[in-house]
C-alpha cells in the first residue's frame, strides 16, 4: 500500500511539473506573435521541428535505430495531422485572446472526448456524465459569450483545439499498445511537422498573414523558437510519465493546474486578468471536466448500469 501511495504521489508530482511549463510554451508563443510579429504558423513549426528533432534523438540514445519503425505509421501520422491542425488553431487564438480564457475553454477537452468516445467508440455513457458535459459547454459558452463579442469566430478556435486533440486521445487508445509512447510521440512530431508546413504553403499561396513564413530577426526570438519545442518535448513526457505512475482518474484535476499557471503568467506578463463571468465559467469547466474523469475511472472499475 505504500509503495502504491509513493508512486501515486510522484506521479501527481510528474503531472504538477508538466502543467507548470506547458503554459509557458503557449506565453512564450503569444509573445512572440504579438511582440516579435512572428506569424502564428512559423511558431506552430518550430515547435513542430525542434520537438520532433528532440523527440528522435532520444529514441537513439535509448533504444537505437531498433526501434524507429512504428507499427501503426499511418495511424501515427494521422495523430501528428490532429495535433499539427490543433496547434495552429491554439496558437492563432492566443494571438488575440487572453490566455486564460483561451485555456479555459481548451479545457472542455475531457467532456469532448466523452462525448466522441460514445460516438466513435460506442462506448457507455451514463446519465450523470452526460448532464456533466451539458453542463460543462455551459460554462464554456460562457467563457466564449464576451469573447466573441470581441474576436469573432477566433474565440472558436480553442474549442477546435480541444475537439482534435479529443480525437487525438480516443486514437492514442486504439495504437497505445502496438507502439511506445516515444515513437508514437516522434511519428506524431513528423506528421504535426509535415501539416504545418503544408499549412504554411497554403497559406503563402492565399496570402493569409498568420499562415506564412517569416524568419525571426533577432537571437532572442530563435531561442524563444527552440524553447518552445523543449517545453513541448518535455512537458508531453512528463505527462506520458505521470500516466505510467497514477490513474488517469486521480490524476485528472492536477491537470488544471494548467489554467491557474496560465492566469498568473497573463496577469505578469501580458496584464490579462479574466473577468468575474469568465471565473465562473472557468469553475464550472472544471468541476464537469473533473467528474466526468473521475466519474470515468469509477466506471472502469466497477461495470456501470445503465442508469448511472
Known amino acids: 500500500m505504500e509503495n502504491t501511495t ?27 506573435s504579438t511582440v516579435d510579429n512572428l506569424p502564428p504558423a512559423t511558431v506552430t513549426l518550430s515547435r513542430f521541428v525542434v520537438q520532433t528533432t528532440l523527440t528522435l534523438l532520444i529514441v537513439l540514445a535509448i533504444t537505437g535505430t531498433g526501434s524507429l519503425t512504428p507499427v501503426k505509421l499511418w495511424g501515427n501520422l494521422f495523430r501528428g495531422f490532429l495535433m499539427g491542425i490543433g496547434s495552429l488553431c491554439f496558437f492563432a487564438a492566443i494571438k488575440y485572446m487572453p490566455l486564460a480564457d483561451a485555456m479555459a475553454v481548451f479545457f472542455v477537452e475531457p467532456l469532448m472526448l466523452t462525448l466522441l468516445s460514445a460516438l466513435i467508440l460506442k462506448e457507455q455513457v451514463g446519465w450523470r456524465r452526460w448532464v456533466a458535459v451539458a453542463i460543462g459547454f455551459v460554462g464554456t459558452l460562457i467563457v466564449i ?3 466573441w463579442e470581441l474576436f469573432g469566430w477566433v474565440s472558436l478556435l480553442p474549442l477546435g483545439t480541444a475537439t482534435l486533440f479529443a480525437i487525438y486521445l480516443i486514437l492514442n ?3 497505445g499498445d502496438a507502439d511506445t509512447p516515444l515513437v508514437m510521440q516522434l511519428y506524431a512530431g513528423v506528421g504535426g511537422t509535415v501539416t504545418v508546413a503544408v499549412a504554411l504553403l497554403l497559406g503563402q499561396l492565399f496570402d493569409v498573414s498568420d499562415m506564412t513564413f517569416d524568419v ?3 537571437g532572442l526570438s530563435w531561442f524563444l523558437l527552440f524553447t518552445i519545442g523543449a517545453i513541448a518535448t518535455g512537458g508531453h513526457l512528463l505527462v506520458v510519465q505521470a500516466s505510467r505512475l497514477a490513474p488517469a482518474s486521480f490524476l485528472a484535476p492536477f491537470q488544471y493546474l494548467e489554467i491557474v499557471m496560465a492566469v498568473i503568467i497573463g496577469l505578469v506578463v501580458f496584464n490579462e486578468f479574466p473577468s468575474a463571468s469568465k471565473w465562473f ?3 464550472i469547466i472544471i468541476s464537469s471536466g473533473a467528474y466526468v474523469v473521475w466519474r ?3 466506471n472502469r472499475q466497477e461495470p456501470e448500469p445503465a442508469y448511472n
Open 216 to 218: 525571426p530577426l533577432g
Open 281 to 283: 465559467g472557468i469553475a
Open 173 to 175: 487508445r486504439r495504437y
Open 145 to 147: 459569450q464576451p469573447s
Open 296 to 298: 470515468e475511472g469509477k
Open 6 to 32: 509513493s508512486q501515486q504521489l510522484r506521479g501527481v508530482s510528474t503531472m504538477a511539473a508538466a502543467m507548470f511549463f506547458l503554459p509557458m510554451m503557449d506565453a512564450i508563443a503569444k509573445w512572440l
